[in-house]
């Protein structure tokens, strides 16, 4: 009898705790799904919605929620899925979302200590907000923006996102950091510029505070889509010395990249990838330029090209080469 009444006791606090779970995980469901649409992140990011919607951990969602709502104030184009009107709307609402993500991340860290995407969310939306409002704080109380930042950094030392933000937020105040503070953040530039989407977005600002050329030169990723970028912002500023040294740069990383694809094509072939193959001579056709520098890249990714259907929009990419040989074959000796 002993068993079997103190059996049907834990059978019975077993069941109220289900129920209690149960009932506290579908509060927490309800309070993401209502962040999600006071917030409009279901219409603006709606994969990002219904991740945090089968995510189990409520902190994590509404973590995720914060770090969707940091994303929009750098990114604008978030707002282009939405009617022009909307757009505008949204878009000018920017500043009291990141408050909230900034409330949301500080939450989840009180919560999670160790969740290094909190004390980012909190430094990234603090230093957005007063960037984008023209706030004195953000340089009287940079340690309102910067420790969190480095609290992530450390909490996170192989994370590439916290550093990013830093090196984002410091390039804004490139000329009121002391000498010592430009060293240590020229590491964290070099390792944002690594992506390509956060080099497009602060080459511009980097060129323009850099110092010298070859300062800025320094931290530019050896790759021909940096320097596609570098070359660009020069011609729009007529630099034409630092056009030419750009331009010069893109076309000895092109072609390093060039010879790195057409030494792919070659190990698939061995490997009998003849799709792959195929597939990657063709975007070497598409990537290098009709050009005499680049002749023998052409004629080698030609002679490795496997036979194949046409694609159905043709061979865009071998057009200006075949206008390129048959206007030196009308004119002169033949190009190819």
Same mark, same amino acid.
């Given at each position: 009898?002993?068993?079997? %009444?103190?059996?049907?006791? $834990?059978?019975?606090?077993?069941?109220?705790?289900?129920?209690?779970?149960?009932?506290?995980?579908?509060?927490?469901?309800?309070?993401?799904?209502?962040?999600?649409?006071?917030?409009?992140?279901?219409?603006?990011?709606?994969? %990002?919605?219904?991740?945090?919607?089968?995510?189990?951990? &409520?902190?994590?969602?509404?973590?995720?929620?914060?770090?969707?709502?940091?994303?929009?104030?750098?990114?604008?184009?978030?707002? /282009?899925?939405?009617?022009?009107?909307? $757009?505008?709307?949204?878009?000018?609402?920017? +500043?009291?979302?990141?408050?909230? $993500?900034?409330?949301?991340?500080?939450?989840?860290?009180?919560?999670? &200590?160790?969740?290094?995407? !909190?004390?980012?969310? %909190?430094?990234? /939306?603090?230093?957005?907000?007063?960037?984008?409002?023209?706030?004195?704080?953000?340089?009287?109380?940079?340690? !309102?923006?910067?420790?969190?930042?480095?609290?992530?950094?450390?909490?996170?030392?192989?994370?590439?996102?916290?550093?990013?933000? @830093?090196?984002?937020?410091?390039?804004?105040?490139?000329?009121?950091?002391?000498?010592?503070?430009?060293?240590?953040?020229?590491?964290?530039?070099?390792?944002?510029?690594?992506?390509?989407?956060?080099?497009?977005?602060?080459?511009?600002?980097?060129?323009?505070?850099?110092? /010298?050329?070859?300062? !800025?030169?320094?931290?530019?990723?050896?790759?021909?889509? $940096?320097?596609? *970028?570098?070359?660009?912002?020069?011609?729009?500023?007529?630099?034409?010395?630092?056009?030419? *040294?750009?331009?010069?740069?893109?076309?000895?990383?092109?072609?390093?990249?060039?010879?790195?694809?057409?030494?792919?094509?070659?190990?698939?072939?061995?490997?009998?990838?003849?799709?792959?193959?195929?597939?990657? !001579?063709? /975007?070497?056709?598409?990537?290098?330029?009709?050009?005499?520098?680049?002749?023998?890249?052409?004629?080698?990714?030609?002679?490795?090209?496997?036979?194949?259907?046409?694609?159905?929009?043709?061979?865009?990419?071998?057009?200006?080469?075949?206008?390129?040989? @048959?206007? +030196?074959?009308?004119?002169?000796?033949?190009?190819?």
């Amino acid at each position: 009898l002993l068993f079997r %009444v103190a059996a049907g006791l $834990a059978a019975l606090v077993l069941a109220g705790l289900a129920i209690h779970e149960a009932r506290s995980r579908a509060r927490a469901a309800r309070e993401v799904e209502r962040l999600l649409k006071e917030t409009g992140v279901d219409r603006r990011q709606p994969e %990002v919605a219904e991740y945090m919607r089968r995510d189990p951990d &409520p902190v994590r969602a509404r973590l995720g929620i914060a770090r969707a709502l940091l994303a929009e104030s750098f990114d604008q184009k978030i707002f /282009s899925r939405l009617p022009q009107r909307e $757009a505008i709307e949204e878009a000018s609402r920017v +500043g009291e979302r990141l408050d909230l $993500a900034r409330s949301l991340a500080e939450a989840a860290y009180r919560e999670r &200590p160790a969740a290094w995407p !909190a004390p980012m969310i %909190v430094g990234a /939306s603090t230093y957005r907000l007063w960037s984008m409002r023209g706030d004195p704080r953000l340089f009287r109380q940079r340690d !309102a923006w910067e420790k969190p930042l480095l609290t992530a950094m450390a909490l996170a030392p192989g994370e590439d996102e916290p550093p990013r933000l @830093l090196a984002w937020a410091r390039l804004e105040l490139w000329p009121g950091l002391t000498s010592e503070e430009q060293e240590q953040t020229r590491p964290l530039l070099r390792r944002a510029f690594v992506e390509q989407e956060t080099f497009e977005r602060l080459a511009s600002s980097w060129l323009a505070v850099a110092g /010298s050329r070859e300062d !800025a030169f320094a931290l530019v990723p050896d790759t021909p889509a $940096a320097w596609s *970028v570098v070359w660009r912002l020069y011609a729009g500023v007529l630099d034409w010395d630092g056009y030419c *040294v750009a331009h010069a740069r893109w076309k000895v990383a092109l072609r390093r990249e060039l010879e790195g694809r057409i030494e792919e094509v070659g190990r698939q072939l061995r490997g009998g990838e003849g799709t792959g193959a195929r597939g990657l !001579a063709l /975007s070497i056709l598409s990537a290098a330029p009709p050009d005499e520098a680049y002749r023998d890249i052409t004629e080698r990714t030609l002679q490795l090209l496997p036979a194949g259907p046409t694609p159905p929009n043709g061979f865009p990419g071998a057009r200006p080469w075949l206008a390129w040989a @048959l206007d +030196g074959t009308l004119t002169g000796p033949a190009r190819l």
